[in-house]
């Protein structure tokens, strides 16, 4: 299908459409622009994605749709660009752990399936404000991709800096493990160590740091329940395992 045509056909079906006796919009599913369906090669000239049955909060400055995976390949990660009311949202996940895990869906999509998503704006938007919005980019199960090649990369470099962060976790984890004696000392210098802030942005934080604000939970615990700190750091240890396995198989 020539690209204008295609546009036009759906900027038709697109209308705006007001439920009798509800404040709801509803909008069709938003298409690349022609330049941004050649830049990345979509044979179809569709994306993966389809947005759809899109509304506004009535009374939070949110917007509510439902995500569509069209294609035939589970769906670990993707963004879409909101513009409604003039303003602007990017809305990017990655739930490539909750997929690898067969955890409900918060954010990933299994082959034609769905999954609905409310995103808070940054203020008020007039009732009438007919939203926009735009597949950038998707990370398949399989790590492909298509989109937005920076977007994918960016993804793709967290991944990496939380599986760094994982196997630094299990391997502080795994040699309190096996001390022969967990002393205060030793665990402080661990929560320490985990917890040392980054020079540069670091997606991998996050994880070091709730590592260490645990460990020093169990510090204070392990005065009045001492036989608690090594089932509490197995358990630990495991889960972080998981995380880790998780990761490492969804990064490139």
């Known amino acids: ?25 509803i909008l069709a599913p938003t298409p690349f622009s022609a330049a941004t369906l050649q830049a990345h090669s979509i044979a179809d000239n569709t994306s993966p994605l389809i947005a759809t049955a899109v509304t506004l909060g009535d009374v939070t400055p949110t917007i509510t749709f439902t995500v569509i995976n069209s294609s035939t390949k589970a ?17 990017s996940v990655d739930d490539y752990e909750a997929f690898e895990q067969g955890r409900p869906a918060k954010a990933y999509l299994l082959p034609l399936g769905s999954v609905t998503v409310t ?18 980019g998707a990370i398949y199960a399989d790590k492909t991709s ?13 991944r990496a800096a939380r599986l760094a962060a994982w196997s630094q976790v299990v391997e502080q984890l795994d ?12 665990l402080n210098s661990v929560a320490v160590s985990l917890d040392a802030r980054p ?28 036989a608690n700190v090594r089932p509490r750091l197995e358990y630990w240890l495991t889960a972080a395992r998981s995380s880790e396995a998780a990761v490492a198989a969804h990064v490139r």
């Open 1 to 25: 299908m020539n690209s204008s045509l295609f546009i036009a056909t759906v900027a038709a079906v697109s209308a705006l459409v007001r439920h009798p006796g509800a404040e709801r919009l």
């Open 75 to 91: 769906v670990t990660a993707w963004r879409m660009d909101i513009i409604v009311g003039g303003q602007f949202t990017g809305h």
């Open 119 to 136: 995103v808070l704006l940054s203020g008020s938007v007039p009732a009438s404000s007919v939203p926009k919005i735009t597949f950038i």
């Open 146 to 158: 298509v989109g937005d090649p920076k977007w994918v990369d960016s993804i793709f470099q967290s």
């Open 175 to 186: 040699n309190l493990r096996q001390s022969s004696a967990l002393t205060v000392d030793a």
């Open 199 to 226: 020079q540069t942005e670091d997606p991998g934080y996050n994880i070091r740091r709730a590592t260490a604000a645990n460990i020093r939970m169990l510090i204070k615990d392990a005065q009045n329940n001492p």
